[in-house]
DNA sequence: TTGTACGCGTTATCAC
DNA sequence: GTGATAACGCGTACAA
């Protein structure tokens, strides 16, 4: 790799030329001009971004921290962040904390170390109470953080009640929700608004892991121990969970048991029978939460506002057509 | 963000001392050593990795480029990587490139420009001859790179023949393949694998893309031109699009047509019927290839061979039991 | 219009 | 044992 020292050899001009060449900033003739883009496309020179980074103090680099890349709410996320930073000329930087505090916090100081210009946070523990001393900018998103932190999210209180009121006009009167870990926020919310419309209907309340593995077993819990025919869980993977659980036990979707996920990722499309959901703008959420913080990186003050986006019943075949309920 | 400087005028010592404490390198009293471990502490001292990657040339980081995130396969290849790398002190910037040549060779120079140590690279475009050219190093993941490029992939060539064994052994006996964009090698192992063992009985042999949109376009196309009682699908996606349209067209899993899928991601499970696949040992390719990068980064000669892992059948209920198939 | 020289924060090589 | 000091590669005052 040459460095710009080469670059001013060869074109026979200072490295000052050069840099002024490469950042069209101050005044170069144009000859001189010709000679550098010349050298440099002869060198296949490229300036070193970390010496940049070190003098600027910008290293283009935008930290995205998940609890698990394998939960492909996620990846969908992460993949509007990525798209939206790399139009502005940011590379994204993933980690992965594996919901463990300890990986998290690592993760973190790793990457103010390495000078990243902002950080987006879909991760959050109650009892952290770092988030406040770090010294860049910070978009929570997905999970609400403590301090003036802007925040996006969805509107999973509505989105719980509307899952309620969907289950409730297409005829299930036994209600259960599956929950995630309500120690986070944002699940609790879903989980309230259910429980708040579901009303005297609500048979059970129930938590679950997000994983696959640990939603198969809160599902088996809940066919042990009540009966239902309306089920809302927290998010589409423990949904898909509930279905395959459903079905080993022959229980008829959605004849006999009707259920609504949340999130609205592919998955919903994926299994059979196609999942009713309520489903996130999950592409704008994360472009948002990029946008935000490329605002807040690039000088521009923006309130800590949090941003709540609507979300939609997207209905499928896991839940029972108007006309079929009577 | 306190520098070494600070923390030396702190610890009323020298830049000197600071570092050789921080590095545990060189003689310092031990009086000098509490003084400075005291100062670090106080000051919240961590060094600039910034900094220290200029002068060291290796930035601790890994470059994984992967195709599409959103493909679930990919973020537990990922997973494994960062696991990996993790657990060696690297960390790992994910890039997406789309499927986009353009977006590859972005994401590679500025790679490069920030002198990550590493590259695992799971894209490949035949007419790509710039892989040679890369001066760090490179390990290929699922995808086969020309040149002295250490590989990791699995036997799809094996995995191919184990289905069309599978279903005929199981009573198929007209048997397709759905198989992904053939210009990719490691895709149209597993096909040829797949259509060698089938011979006579191979019916049609038709591509799709790898995302589940134009999956469900490619079996439509199947079930309207073909009739057949076994479909291999080049990977679990395309199966699950193609058992969705099955369901569509009241066509009864496994008793009217069994489907095999390539992969064993966690997706298979989380369908119904759970899906019947080839697994490959994603975790390990990904732990594999991560560990050949990082010997390769920390000077260890490795040979540019191909390590092909072997796959196995995960026998699940979208193929007939032996004892059904009488 | 152009070049010299310095600073960014770290580590390594010398002298002391 | 310890402290100056010279790199690493870049960007930019400031002088020419």
Redesign the interface.
Known sequence: ?STIREVAKVANVSVATVSRVMNEKGYVSEKARVAVLQAIKQLDY??????R??FQKR?G?IGLIVPD??N?Y???L??AV?DMA?KHGY??????TDEQFQKEHE?I??L????VDGLIITTNYSNNPNYETI?VPIVALDRVLQGAIPTVTSNGYDGGKKAAQFLLDHGADELVVISGPSKLPTIKKRRDGFEEVAGKHLVASIESPFH?QGALDAANYLFDHYTCNGIFAAND?IA??T??VA?ERGIAIPEQLQVIGYDGI??G??????LTTIAQPIYQMGELAAKLLIQRIEGKEIAAVHHELTVEVIERETTKRKDEQI
């Open positions: 790799m490229r300036p070193n971004r970390v010496a980074s070190l290293s680099l890349i394998t492909p996620f990846p969908q992460a993949r990525e790399h590379q994204v930087i993933l980690c992965n993760y100081q790793s103010e170390a390495m000078h010294e696959f993977v898909a969970a279905i395959q079905a592919e998955l499309q994926m299994i059979s029978p196609p």
